[in-house]
């Protein structure tokens, strides 16, 4: 039945690849999709068997990527064969069916989440994925940061990783790997009644799909267009739904889920342009748009881009149709554009794709190991894509106008800091996901400020931030191995009541009112088996300390010896049978991480105190990021305590002045 189910698929995949990536304009996709849903609705919704929960709360959270994904639900479904009932919470209650898909509804008021108890309790199961039931409707966390639901999914919310390479890939039983498309997930720590069905590639053996006492939950939303429109995805999914509901699946339909009109605000004018490193293709890539892509005085509805590798010779970039033809072959970058922006669609080997949207242009140039992008585009059209990257597009307006000043002054700073583009689009530079993740909010606060941006002693600063201070920031001397001494850059206490942490330990348990209490990683708790920790920190010690170090050997001790003024930790000692070692500043957290800047597992903060509970290290603390700058959670709590972005700057940087367009000229 397996093998009969996957050939089908295959085959209804080529067909869905056409219907999904033809020529078909946005506004087009955006009547198709509410076409797609309202049929979906127009059943008996009672009494259908399957319903899929649309979440307005999460909508206008999430903005039109959540239209898609509902869309992309929708449609998965009906290529399997089953028909679901699409349900707002308000009729959530009165549905009598057998199974709730929950694609990513991650804004749930509480009476929705009883809702969806009542059913399981009378024997109904669920499938979510990705961030569902994560936030509250008015988009505050949950006590603890956790999923309301997560006694049904059996398992608690960990972290969420939103860059490659972690979150590609999926191991099934057997070691069968499934690509995902969009390198984005919820980390879970299942719990001891839930069976893990899957892990991650990377991070490497953690829990990716889990069954609870009331369903699956799978960390990555599976039904997004990226991953179900490929075979392999739809298989999966159909497996999930045979696993929780035998005899569910239908006749099979072709079905594509179809790409809802982006939003398009007017970014003001900018002389200034920038260019933006998007990494490395290794397959194929699809440039698509209705107006055309054009390049070398040509263009085409859509093109298929690939790296030719013959032996002994220089790698060439191909050019192909839609259809497959050859339209070029080039040796050197080649430059595509359109207006008013290109979807770009990086494909994998099995059908899953990761889409983008991008005002301006995109260079593609063979490299021999894929095919290298920089995009260019203007300085305010970069920040458009930056601003809700960095932060969600529902902070307050006045704390988004403080990212958007942050984020072009970071920008101008760090022109030319990489060799062939200015900046790279991940955390070393700044987040940017470019029209998939633009919002009305989040243009209209850079709007607001065009040109303006923080001057220190006539240069940019070099402004500096991070996610939550936890109550309390940091020097960038004390932070960073080798750091300067900058004016600007001092840190403070972030509580409402100006309060020193005078007692680390008391300050972390018993935190006084904080600007950026709001924040999901505001206070956070870590546990490590001792032996685990052990093979950890010598991961750690190695890539931190490189030639430094010589072996840890048995561990015997690990402890904070030195604190900053303000309470972070400033030396980490770490003692073993071969020797001790002391990690400083930042670099603290990276010991939990192999080493590896921004990699997985390190540790939130250096806003934490260790305690050791017999064969286990418990690790408290508060805040994420290195505590440096513009605290993002607190400027947001800031604007919503009445503060204006001018206020919050010069909170975050004292010293330093906001530097005018008509100042500058």
């Known amino acids: 039945m397996r093998k009969v189910l996957l050939a089908w698929l295959l085959l209804l995949a080529a067909g869905c690849a056409v219907a999904s990536l033809g020529e078909?304009?946005?506004g087009d996709r955006a009547q198709r999709q509410s076409r797609t849903v309202e049929t979906a609705k127009s059943g008996p919704a009672r009494n259908s068997p399957v319903a899929v929960l649309r979440s307005p709360p999460t909508l206008k959270a999430l903005g039109w990527r959540a239209e898609w994904e509902l869309s992309g639900a929708v449609a998965a479904l009906e290529r399997l064969g089953v028909r679901a009932a699409v349900l707002t919470p308000e009729e959530l209650p009165h549905w009598e069916g057998r199974l709730l898909i929950l694609p990513n509804v991650r804004n749930m008021a509480p009476e929705t989440v009883e809702a969806v108890r009542a059913h399981v309790a009378r024997g109904a199961k669920v499938l979510a994925t990705s961030m569902s039931s994560y936030r509250k409707h008015d988009n505050s966390s949950w006590t603890p940061n956790n999923f309301a639901l997560a006694e049904l999914f059996g398992a608690d919310f960990h972290r969420w990783v939103g860059a490659p390479p972690e979150a590609a890939a999926l191991i099934l039983e057997g070691d069968r790997s499934v690509t995902l498309g969009r390198n984005q997930a919820m980390l879970i720590r299942p719990r001891p009644e839930a069976r893990v069905?899957?892990?991650w590639d990377r991070p490497e053996g953690e829990a990716a799909i889990v069954e609870g006492p009331g369903g699956i939950y799978a960390g990555e939303d599976l039904f997004a267009p990226e991953n179900s429109e490929s075979a392999e995805v739809l298989t999966l999914i159909g497996d999930l739904i045979q696993r929780l509901s035998p005899g569910l699946l239908g006749s099979r339909k072709t079905v594509a889920p179809v790409l809802p009109e982006p939003l398009l605000p007017e970014v003001p004018p900018s002389e200034q342009q920038i260019s933006v490193g998007l990494g490395t293709v290794a397959h194929e890539l699809r440039l698509r748009s209705r107006a055309g892509v054009g390049w070398s005085k040509k263009s085409a509805p859509e093109v298929r881009l690939?790296?030719?590798?013959t032996p002994d010779k220089p790698p060439t970039l191909a050019v192909y149709s839609a259809s497959g033809q050859l339209l070029e072959r080039s040796a050197g970058p080649l430059e595509f554009s359109s207006a008013p922006y290109l979807e770009v669609l990086r494909q994998n080997l099995n059908g899953t794709y990761t889409w983008s949207g991008y005002r301006g242009s995109v260079e593609a140039a063979p490299t021999g190991d894929g095919l290298s992008l920089i995009h260019r585009l203007s300085l305010e059209a970069y920040l458009?894509?930056?601003?809700?990257?960095?932060v969600p597009a529902y902070f307050p307006p006045e704390g988004l106008k403080a990212m958007a000043v942050v984020a072009r002054t970071y920008a101008l700073s760090h022109l030319g800091r990489h060799q062939g583009y200015d900046v790279c689009a991940e955390v070393h530079c700044q987040v940017y996901r470019g029209?998939?993740?633009?919002?009305?909010?989040?243009t209209r606060a850079v709007s607001s400020t065009t040109g303006e941006a923080l001057t220190c002693a006539g240069a940019w600063c070099d402004a500096s931030f991070h996610a939550a201070c936890g109550g309390v920031g940091e020097d960038a001397d004390r932070a960073w191995s080798g750091g300067k001494d900058v004016p600007y850059l001092k840190g403070r206490p972030d509580t409402i009541d100006p309060l020193a942490p005078s007692d680390p330990i008391a300050f972390i348990n018993q935190p006084p009112g904080a600007y950026c209490a709001a924040a999901g990683r505001f206070r956070w708790e870590e546990t490590y088996g001792w032996s685990d920790l052990a093979k950890t920190l010598d991961r750690g010690l190695s890539g931190t300390l490189r030639t430094e170090y010589t072996g840890l050997g048995e561990l015997q001790a690990v402890e904070v010896t030195e604190r900053t003024p303000l309470g972070r930790v400033a030396v980490l000692t770490v003692?073993?049978?071969r020797g001790e070692y002391q990690v400083r500043g930042d670099r603290v957290?990276?010991?939990f991480s192999g080493g590896q800047v921004g990699g997985a597992g390190g540790l939130n903060s250096t806003l934490f105190y260790l305690e050791r509970q017999g064969e286990r290290l418990r690790v408290a603390g508060g805040g994420w990021g290195h505590g440096v700058g513009m605290?993002?959670?607190g400027a947001a709590g800031r604007a919503r305590a009445g503060q204006s972005y001018r206020e919050i700057l010069e909170h975050y940087y004292p010293g330093a002045e906001l530097s005018r367009p008509e100042t500058r000229n």
Not at 306 to 309: D, F, T, V
Not at 384 to 390: D, H, L, M, Q, T
Not at 435 to 442: D, G
């Open 197 to 199: 069905i899957a892990r």
């Open 575 to 577: 003692r073993g049978s």
């Open 589 to 591: 957290r990276w010991l």
């Open 435 to 442: 029209l998939s993740k633009e919002a009305e909010s989040t």
């Open 24 to 26: 078909v304009s946005p």
């Open 306 to 309: 690939r790296e030719i590798r």
């Open 631 to 633: 605290c993002q959670e």
């Open 384 to 390: 458009a894509g930056v601003v809700p990257s960095e």
